[in-house]
């Protein structure tokens, strides 16, 4: 089974200063991660992904990620933050068998809520 | 773009009300999943699917039942609606069947908040 643990439920930063939220994960088999962010009254859009290749990821709105396998972690970051970057991110963890009998499910951890004051 | 839409935006039912939640994708996704969506505990999966009438229960599927009879339609049915129901429930599908190498991300609605009085 996967477990995914997302280390702090809110980060309250200022504009313009960087920010790092955190992702553990565990799980037997390799995998697949993802960083999604839901904006205010939205669904889940992919921020970005690692499935193989470079450790570091980078993603839309100037996000990237890094993928340590022996730290078991996917820590998002972005070197300044902007008002709009305010919403809820999430990430996920999905076996490499995605495409087989795991079906492609995703565990997600339980959010972080990012905040971005002027 | 991949485009997945869900009937309703907001949904107010009573208790035992028999409740269905729709949700459809436009791009030919294999995979269709439901989850809800409460504060602190991140998103659950209720129910998937990998194939036309073809379902699996995910983590918390108690109180649900699901329906798929056209592969870019996938129903989320709550069959005596209760007040622990109340929440978000959103849709998501992926793995296209063709067009290039699978991508296994998921791709999802704009969500359904669901209150059950």
């Known amino acids: 089974a996967q477990s995914v643990t997302q280390l702090d439920s809110q980060v309250p930063v200022f504009e313009e200063a960087p920010v790092e939220l955190r992702c553990n994960y565990s799980?037997?088999?390799?995998?697949?991660l993802f960083w999604y962010v839901q904006y205010p009254n939205q669904g889940l859009q992919l921020l970005l992904k690692?499935?193989?290749?470079?450790?570091l990821v980078k993603g839309i709105n100037g996000f990237e990620a890094e993928f340590n396998k022996s730290q078991t972690s996917f820590h998002l970051r972005k070197p300044s933050v902007h008002i709009s970057d305010t919403a809820e991110y999430f990430c996920a963890v999905s076996d490499t068998n995605a495409g087989g009998t795991s079906y492609g499910k995703l565990t997600f951890g339980q959010g972080t809520i990012l905040t971005v004051h002027p | 773009d991949v485009k997945v839409t869900q009937s309703s935006r907001y949904l107010v039912k009573r208790t035992g009300e028999k409740v269905f939640l729709e949700c459809v994708q436009d791009?030919?996704?294999?995979?269709m999943f439901w989850y809800r969506q409460d504060p602190g505990l991140g998103l659950r999966l209720i129910y998937f699917?990998?194939?036309?009438?073809?379902?699996e229960k995910g983590d918390i599927p108690e109180g649900y039942s699901v329906s798929r009879e056209k592969k870019e339609r996938f129903s989320l049915i709550l069959e005596s609606a209760s007040t622990n129901q109340t929440s978000m429930y959103l849709c998501?599908?992926?793995?296209?069947?063709?067009?290039?190498?699978?991508?296994?991300?998921?791709?999802f609605g704009p969500g359904t908040r669901l209150t059950v009085t």
């Open positions: 699917s990998y194939d036309v009438k073809m379902k």
């Open positions: 799980s037997s088999v390799s995998v697949y």
């Open positions: 998501a599908s992926s793995l296209p069947t063709s067009g290039g190498p699978p991508t296994y991300e998921q791709y």
């Open positions: 791009m030919d996704h294999e995979n």
């Open positions: 690692y499935l193989s290749g470079s450790t």
